[in-house]
């Protein structure tokens, strides 16, 4: 299976839309164990960057675009523009994750 | 004799929280500015359309992230700057750092991806509340753009 292009622009260079599909989406929450929560605890005296909430906040968000291309395959594109972003907190401790984009069809020029 | 004791506690934690917020502050501009120098050849652009000269070129999603924590000294003072409103220069410092560090991993995703330029930058901050509820807590900052391919022949 070929990896669809995933891109946050427009108008790919080089390429031109066919047919547009809609809008698709992948959203993820996730919380990290309570030790891990603790030692972003001490952190917040001494300053510093949290790697273990950093590595967290990567994977779903590559959870959440994983989520939003499987989608997007569903209804036959091969590609997705426009793709952006959001971050809410739901809890203490939980985020969630929401990648959307418009789902398309491309043609080489 | 409780109350001395909780007062030497709280300052204890705003020494601990000025001494190595500061150290990891200075150690952290110092790595920022040596990458940015490194880094400065690839064109970042917010432009929603690739410039014409990157019209061949093939786009790829990179984004870079970065949790950093604020200390507790900073977390002091940023309420007493609060009471007299205006600038909170320490939490200007903070997102500062976040922002470039986030830059500078986007970047360096595009690198390794073989891009010469990222356009249509966009910038998400989130504030994390960790365990503490209420408490300060830390922020997230996000980087995101099309790194610019170019085509192998």
């Known amino acids: 299976m070929n990896k669809l292009l995933i891109s946050n622009i427009e108008v790919i260079p080089g390429k031109k839309t066919v047919q547009h599909l809609g809008l698709v989406q992948g959203s993820t929450v996730r919380a990290k164990h309570a030790g891990k929560d603790i030692m972003a605890g001490l952190k917040n005296i001494f300053g510093g960057e949290l790697s273990a909430y950093t590595d967290l906040l990567s994977e779903s968000r590559q959870e959440a675009l994983d989520r939003m291309t499987e989608q997007a395959r569903a209804i036959g594109a091969n590609a997705v523009i426009n793709v952006r972003f959001s971050t809410s907190s739901i809890t203490a401790g939980a985020s969630e994750i929401l990648a959307y984009g418009t789902a398309v069809v491309l043609e080489d020029k | ?127 994390i509340s960790g365990n503490a509820g209420n408490g300060i807590g830390s922020i997230e900052v996000l980087a995101y753009g099309t790194a610019l391919i170019p085509k192998t022949p």
């Not at chain 2, 501009?29 to 061949?56: G, N, T």
């Open chain 2, 1 to 127: 004799m409780e109350a001395v004791l909780q007062i030497s506690f709280f300052f204890c934690l705003l020494a601990a929280g000025y001494f190595f917020g500061r150290r990891a502050e200075k150690k952290h501009y110092q790595s920022i500015f040596e990458r940015e120098a490194a880094l400065r050849y690839l064109v970042i652009s917010s432009d929603r359309m690739p410039p014409p000269e990157y019209l061949k070129h093939h786009g790829e999603l990179v984004c870079g992230n970065v949790v950093i924590s604020l200390d507790y000294f900073k977390f002091v003072a940023a309420g007493l700057y609060q009471l007299v409103g205006g600038r909170i220069p320490v939490y200007e410092s903070l997102l500062d750092r976040a922002r470039r560090e986030a830059l500078l991993r986007m970047q360096a995703e595009a690198q390794s991806a073989g891009a010469d330029a990222i356009i249509n930058l966009k910038f998400e901050t989130s504030r």
